[in-house]
């Protein structure tokens, strides 16, 4: 629940142009409104979605700036067209915040840029006092491959008014001030206690590094590429505790055994450490597991004698992998071990639903006919409680496959039996019945409980259907198992045979109990034994 309430525009001066090629903020004030948030994420009523946390401590005061996530419920694109802003000079786990929602947009101050795709940025205070915001944003004049770049601008202040630092252009693009051919997004920005400064970016897997001059904006010297953080992806943050160098990275080493990710689409929060801000970094762990939406993103800092990590989630109203906001939790440490660990966090969310409900299907174990599943689908996608109405692959179990077999299942397993009565079946496909080939609804379905000796079908007491996107409940005699299958016949052109695919898998229990989230880890076993 949020809470909005006007707050008087805050006049900014504008700030005076040394050149008529340096772009200015074209506003004399910010829009702002206070925000009582009573649980994570921040901004959780619906009404502004906020992405890719980057945290500053300055006067006393906690800054997060965001990106804007606006893509529609059905849009699988990140539209981002500007940077919102965060504020609170309290325990930011109170939740009084300052919300500055329209902050700054790429064009308005990087006149070399195209509007949208404000991305992941960062704000850092640099050696001379003043403050700098790193910014991927689109070089609309570019040539090459891609059209990312790199952009820092000025201020006195964290709210402005910004003016761009390097006017010329930008200060990392895939053809400047070296070539290269990663996409140039994702800075993080360290001012060591020295003053000497060094900045990291990439995606994608790719990690450069490089000290740059007080400036804040010239190489000094060669770019490093890092390849000694396990699973790195993307959104690295560095920052610096004690004398030791931490890199906290968003990593997605996927498999069914992996300790960071089922499903490659996903990603937790890994860190790494060094003795020096240039490597070489050592792989340390996990510190946060993934989250409700498919990329994750770290800020990490020290605020007031305590740690706290910012990241997104797809946790607010009508949230999704593009419809992003975000958190902040508590970092605690281990000083026991040298260099220090950062404990795994333990994320804090909205209070749990306790209502009891029928379906007890996230209190099972899962197995299916295709394990291990292919690391781009997610076994437990299908008790995870939710249907999207436009799934990327982690959002489904799916069988996909170069040659796909005439019958696949997928079975569920309690700890105790349970006395069920009906079952629910959310499929989706990208082919009509009929096809043999891509994801289609299977031709036929069932499903069959294990009686201690075999399975047996239930005794169905209405029609078996399979119509895409949409609920295919199946009632039937109440059965008591601890384990309930349901098979697939492959939908067929008579020559080959389709995948099957499903959201969501619903089991009905005499006994309703809450949900549980996150579902039951862990494989049942095929034989229910």
């Keep these: 629940m949020r809470l909005s309430i006007p707050i008087a525009l805050l006049p900014l001066l504008a700030a005076c142009a040394s050149s008529p090629r340096v772009a200015t903020v074209p506003r004399h004030g910010l829009e702002a409104r206070a925000v009582h948030a009573t649980s994570n994420p921040i901004l959780s009523d619906g009404t502004d979605y906020t992405a ?66 404000a991305y992941a940025a960062q704000i850092v205070r640099g050696p001379n006092g003043k403050f700098y ?17 790199i952009g820092v601008a000025v201020a006195d202040a964290p709210l402005g008014p910004w003016v761009d630092a390097h ?7 895939q053809s400047y001030p070296i070539a290269n051919d990663i996409q140039n997004i994702d800075p993080t ?43 790195f992806f993307e959104a690295a943050w560095l920052f610096k505790r004690n004398g030791t160098y931490y890199m906290a990275y968003a990593a ?24 020096s801000p240039l490597g ?26 305590k740690w706290y990590i910012t990241y997104h989630t797809a946790d607010a109203k009508g949230g999704g992998h593009f419809r992003r906001s975000v958190a902040i939790d508590r970092v605690e440490w281990d000083d026991g071990v040298s260099p220090a660990r950062i404990r795994k966090v333990v994320p804090t969310g909205a209070p749990l639903d306790t209502t009891p409900i029928a379906n007890i299907a996230s209190h ?60 629910s079946l959310h499929f989706w496909g990208d082919h009509a019945a009929g096809a043999g080939a891509g994801v289609a609804p299977p031709k036929a379905w069932r499903l069959e409980y294990w009686d201690g000796g075999a399975w047996k079908p239930v005794s169905a007491t209405s029609p078996y259907t399979a119509t895409l996107g949409a609920d295919n409940r199946v009632d039937f005699a109440p059965v008591t198992t601890r384990c309930l299958r349901a098979v697939f016949d492959a939908s067929t052109d008579g020559t080959s045979f389709a995948a099957v695919a499903l959201q969501e898998w619903e089991a009905f229990s005499t006994r309703p109990r809450a949900a549980r989230r996150p579902s039951v880890k862990g494989a049942a076993t095929a034989n229910c034994s």
Excluded at 167 to 173: D, F, I, K, L
Excluded at 201 to 222: A, I, N, Q
Excluded at 280 to 305: K, N
Aim: proline share 11%; glycine share 8%.
């Design 364 to 423: 099972a174990r899962i197995t299916a006919s295709n394990v291990p599943v292919p690391v781009q689908y997610w076994l437990r996608a299908v008790n995870d409680g939710k249907v999207r109405p436009n799934p990327l692959p982690p959002d489904m179990w799916a069988t996909w496959s170069r040659n796909n077999p005439p019958q696949q299942w997928i079975v569920y397993q309690w700890e105790q039996p349970e006395t069920l009565v009906g079952s």
């Design 280 to 305: 070489p970094w050592t792989y340390r762990g996990v510190i946060l597991d993934p989250v409700s939406s498919t990329t994750s993103h770290p800020g990490i800092v020290a605020y007031e004698g």
């Design 252 to 275: 997605n080493t996927a498999g069914p055994t992996s300790e960071c990710t089922e499903a490659v689409y996903y990603a937790c929060i890994a860190y790494g450490t060094s003795p």
């Design 189 to 231: 920005v360290l001012v060591d206690d020295d003053g000497r400064v060094y900045l990291y970016w990439g995606t994608f897997g790719h990690l450069k590094g490089v000290e740059l001059e007080r400036d804040m904006v010239t190489f000094k010297g060669t770019p490093i590429d890092v390849r000694t953080l396990n699973g």
């Design 133 to 149: 915001l790193y910014a991927p944003v689109i070089h609309a004049a570019a040539t090459t491959r891609d059209k990312f770049a």
């Design 167 to 173: 006017p010329a252009g930008p200060v990392v693009s």
């Design 52 to 117: 890719d946390p980057a945290p500053l401590v300055a006067g006393g005061k906690l800054y997060v700036i965001t990106g804007r996530d606006t893509a529609g419920p059905r849009v699988n694109d990140f539209k981002m067209p500007e940077w919102q802003m965060l504020v609170t000079s309290g325990d930011p786990m109170a939740g009084r915040w300052t919300h500055y929602p329209h902050f700054l947009k790429p064009d308005e101050v990087f006149e070399w840029a195209a509007p949208g795709r």
